[in-house]
């Protein structure tokens, strides 16, 4: 699909801002694009080419088809594209990012904190994003997960199409609203991943299977490389793991989270590292609430525990635990 132009060639666009008459809209990047998405607008379409916020698309799905036809039609690879998604808007939608898909991109949701979309699966059961791509962004929704829901899956599978490395999850809200099943959910081993400053809880089915970050398949390798920074884990059935304990992240850095135990839901696993091929993982500066030890849900690596030293815990009964509050060793049975 071409891009719609709106404007007649004589038109001069807006008055003192040069460019703004071209067919790709306005942007901050000389390849990219935004498209915006709102189907509360009263200017909402499916028809529309999404580059006008005043004349938005309805579905960020749209969108993503939108930038495909885009880099087809010209010869832009729309790396730094931007999809914005309107303040307060309710999208329940199934969104899978192709690998035909631009690199690069950044959803976004407007609002801040205070006004941002909510964003749920077409299905219950459904999966809300699921990212084949590499280097694309997630920014600023609240994701609301439904009856064993997923908010995030992200995809790399050696050997397929299936590229979602360097992707970067920020500044969200994953809410499971006592059924999601799981918040971010790692599926073959992504790596250069960056999961920081979000807020997860309340990942609950009951028998022990929610989590709010999992690893789900590694049969190829496990992810590597991951920063998972300033997140705040609170409600959890589980907060980070890997499916039957043996998919654990190497070579990764978990710095500066807040590791609750929970008071309607108790964490089984807090920080569950076991399963790596490689291990090395760095866990330092983190917040960790309740029993610093495996009874408590927390493990490392066995065969390469990596560096847990540095982290505030407080269970000053553990050996691992210096008087102070500060972690001295990987935690033990």
């Not at 003192?16 to 990219?32: C, E, H, I, K, P």
């Not at 609301?144 to 908010?151: E, K, N, P, V």
């Not at 790596?191 to 979000?198: A, G, K, P, Q």
């Amino acid at each position: 699909m071409l891009p719609q132009v709106r404007l007649q060639p004589w038109y001069p666009g807006q008055m003192g801002v040069d460019g703004s008459d071209v067919a790709r809209g306005l942007r901050w990047s000389t390849g990219a694009i935004v498209l915006y998405v709102d189907e509360n607008h009263p200017g909402a379409s499916a028809d529309n080419d999404g580059t006008d916020p005043e004349n938005p698309l309805t579905t960020i799905a749209l969108a993503i088809t939108r930038l495909i036809a885009f880099a087809t039609a010209t010869s832009y690879s729309l790396v730094g594209s931007y999809i914005v998604v309107g303040a307060g808007a309710t999208i329940a939608e199934t969104v899978v990012v192709p690998p035909t898909a631009p690199a690069g991109v950044t959803i976004m949701g407007a609002g801040g904190s205070f006004a941002r979309p909510t964003w749920t699966a077409a299905t219950a059961a459904g999966t809300a994003l699921t990212i084949r791509q590499e280097g694309w962004t997630v920014k600023g929704f609240n994701f609301a997960a439904g009856a064993a829901g997923t908010a995030i899956s992200l995809a790399w599978v050696p050997g397929s199409s299936y590229v979602g490395n360097r992707c970067t999850i920020i500044d969200n809200l994953f809410d499971g609203a006592w059924g999601g099943l799981y918040g971010i959910n790692l599926v073959g081993a992504p790596y250069d991943t960056r999961i920081i400053n979000n807020e997860f809880r309340e990942y609950r089915r009951g028998d022990s299977t929610a989590h709010a970050i999992i690893t789900t398949d590694a049969s190829e390798a496990n992810a590597y490389m991951n920063r998972i920074e300033g997140n705040v884990f609170w409600e959890n059935e589980n907060h980070i793991g890997s499916l039957n304990n043996d998919r654990g992240f190497n070579n990764s850095l978990f710095i500066g989270n807040v590791f609750n135990e929970g008071v309607l839901i108790a964490a089984t696993r807090m920080l569950d590292l076991r399963g790596g091929t490689r291990g090395e993982n760095i866990v330092v500066g983190n917040y960790f609430c309740g029993d610093y030890s495996n009874t408590g849900g927390y493990y490392a690596n066995a065969g390469a525990p990596g560096n847990w030293v540095g982290n505030y815990a407080e269970d000053v009964a553990e050996a691992e635990v210096g008087d102070n509050g500060i972690t001295v060793a990987v935690p033990a049975p």
